[in-house]
Structure formats: C-alpha cells, structure tokens
C-alpha cells in the first residue's frame, strides 16, 4: 500500500502518513455528476494522543486533497478518442486541446510561517510553469493578478481574443464586487482525461502544501477555478455546447462561450458569503488555531445548508412582495434546469441554483428571472455583512 497524496509506503494499520502526514482512513469518494472521483474528505479513525476534546470534534472529517468542487456541466458529453492529459515535466501539450499547466502540484516540507509564505509559493509554482506562454497572454494574466486580487493565473495556451473576453467577465463582477479580492488562489485551465462533460469547475480546499514543521501545520490550501482545456481550448465545441444548453434551457438564456466563468464566481460569490457567515477570514491557512472555522464552511457547502437558507430567504422576499403559487424549488427552477441540479442520490445542489441565478443576472440584469434577481440581492447582501 502507498499513501495517495506523496507515493510513501505504508502499512494498513496506520492512520497518517510518516512522510506528508496525510490520513490514510476511509477516503470517501463521491462519483456523482456532481462532485467528481477525486478525494473529497478523509475521516480520522484514530488521533494522536494530547490533542484536546475541541480538536478532536473539528478532526473527525478533514479535508485533504480535493474537497469541495462545484462542477458546470454541459448537456452534451465530450468523447475523445485520445488520451490528451500531459504528465508533469513536459514542456509544450501532448495537442492542441491539452495545457502545460499542471495545477496539482503538492509540496511538502515548506517554510511556511504566514500567508505571505503561502501566496509566494502559489506564485513561484504558476510562474515557474510560463516560460512557454505567449508575452500577450501573460500580460492578460498578470491584469487579472493585478486589479483582482487573484494569487495565480495561468492560461498559457487560450486564443488572445478569448482571454480578453474572459477578463471583462472578471472586470465587470469585481468592479461590483470588491469584496472578492484575495481569496481566489488560482484561475487556471487544467487537463482532464475524465469524458465527463464539465466545462468548468470551482473549487475550495485543494491541499498544496505542508509545512516543515513537526506537526507539518500549517497547511496551504488553494481555491481556484479551473478551466477544462477541452471545451476553452476548443472555443467552436465550447460556443456550440453552451448555446446549445442555453436554447434548451438547460443554462440561463442568452450563454456565452465565455459567461460560464461567471456562473463559478457565482460560487466562489457563495463561498465568500459562507465564510462571512462563519467569521471566517480566510481558508488559505489550516492550523490549530483556523481548522474550526475552516471546517465549519467546509461542511457547509457539502451540505449546502448556507445556500438553501439564502434560497428561502429569497423565496420568503418574493413571495411576500409579489406573491406565487409556485413552491420554492419550482420557483427556482424558472431560472434554468441547472438551477435544479441534483446528486446520483438524489439530492439537490442548493449552489448551483445561486451559481445559476447569479450567472443569468450577469448575462441579462433586469430581463432576469425574477428568482434570480431575489436570489442575488440576498446574496449581495450576505455578501455585505
């Protein structure tokens, strides 16, 4: 047996690592169409002796590698008939559909005392991995880092003219959101051999990095968006695919190849929100002194209680001034049919309905849906303290 996060042997009995400290108990996956295959959470099964009551209650679930990812899923699957994830080390894609960025990269053993810390490995990770990008495509980069407080932007091989378009869409959101600056790490395209047809993906607690420490604390953790390099390095598939769902309904009325990225700053939107709820300052840095808050906005948005709650306040708002005969879940679903997604379980995914509701008002403003209008000024003012 090896440990999955650094390839260490290890023997089944053991519940961390030696060499990374990752634990090794009951990874639970989830394969819905939803979340993906990747680790969500690990549950502890055993901890070490002199941690404290509190600690122990915060450490029974714990986010180690991938956690919590907030997929955006066409109506139309991808099939290729080729493998076209690169490995690390390579220094130009494997084909045009494919990226040199590689965007799961782990560290361990680090000199990390600070957030400062944290944010220059980030950087030195990205940038290590420019050297073959276009000096138009970096200079597009480095304005997103720039006025947007975005820690790493890495689309090295996305036409220049479609990299413009996605930089308006962040323009145009942060211009009134500037609550969102510094939490999102990383904006990047990433490669993917799954022939799920996800076109984007937002996604908190990705654990990049471990300290020197004895206890390996604290640990670095990324929020990013990706970009699946098969439909944003495929703009025509990407175009057809999102129109497609747009005139079915399946996504808010009048898609862009390049909107989806607002409907995953409706999540990271949503997150913010959540961690405001938690009096949570920032999830870059796990310690013993940040993990509680940490998990507590973790479990939330696996729940998705935060969501649904704003969701209701929405509905309670509108119901009250306008009236309706419709429920809530059939309510939000006059937003899109995303807005009503559910798990393999069939449970739905209360985020995507605000993710939704906020990407139909970024495209249409006061020809919206009215769910989505309600939806939004709840979460502005969530967003707002």
């Known amino acids: ?219 670095v953790y990324k929020t990013q968006i990706l970009l699946n390099t098969k439909y944003f390095l495929n703009s025509e598939r990407l175009e057809s695919s999102v129109i497609s769902a747009s005139n079915s309904g399946h996504f808010p009325k009048n898609a862009t190849r390049y909107s989806p990225v607002a409907h995953e700053i409706g999540h990271y939107l949503s997150f913010i929100a959540t961690m405001k709820a938690h009096d949570v300052d920032s999830f870059l840095l796990m310690d013993n002194t940040t993990q509680e808050g940490i998990y507590s906005v973790f479990y939330d948005r696996v729940d998705g209680s935060f969501s ?8 309670n708002n509108y119901k009250k001034e306008k009236g309706t005969t419709l429920s809530i879940d059939e309510w939000r679903g006059t937003i899109s049919d995303y807005a009503l997604a559910k798990d393999n379980e069939g449970n739905y995914i209360y985020d995507e309905t605000i993710a939704e509701a906020f990407h139909d008002v970024y495209l249409n403003d006061d020809d919206a849906a009215e769910a989505s209008k309600y939806i939004v000024e709840v979460l502005k003012s969530k967003l707002e303290g």
């Open 1 to 219: 047996m090896f440990c999955p996060r650094c390839g260490d042997p290890i023997e089944s009995n053991e519940n961390f690592c030696n060499k990374c400290g990752t634990p090794l108990a009951n990874i639970n996956q989830n394969t819905s169409n939803k979340k993906s295959t990747n680790t969500k959470r690990n549950v502890f099964v055993g901890l070490g002796l002199g941690f404290s009551l509190l600690l122990i209650i915060f450490t029974v679930v714990l986010i180690v590698n991938s956690s919590d990812e907030e997929y955006y899923f066409s109506e139309q699957p991808y099939i290729s008939g080729e493998e076209d994830v690169i490995t690390k080390g390579d220094s130009k894609p494997k084909n045009k559909y494919s990226t040199v960025i590689v965007t799961d990269n782990f560290y361990e053993g680090q000199k990390i005392e600070s957030k400062e810390d944290a944010d220059k490995l980030i950087v030195e990770d990205s940038v290590s991995q420019k050297s073959a990008c276009p000096k138009e495509i970096k200079s597009i980069e480095d304005e997103i880092i720039s006025k947007y407080g975005v820690t790493a932007v890495n689309l090295c091989e996305l036409d220049l003219e479609f990299a413009k378009e996605i930089s308006n869409v962040f323009k145009t959101i942060y211009e009134e959101y500037p609550s969102l600056k510094g939490e999102l790490t990383n904006f990047s395209l990433v490669n993917t051999s799954m022939s799920e047809s996800y076109i984007a993906v937002f996604m908190i607690g990705f654990k990049f990095a471990t300290s020197d420490s004895r206890t390996t604390y604290p640990w």
């Open 308 to 315: 649904l709650e704003m969701i209701e306040e929405a509905y």
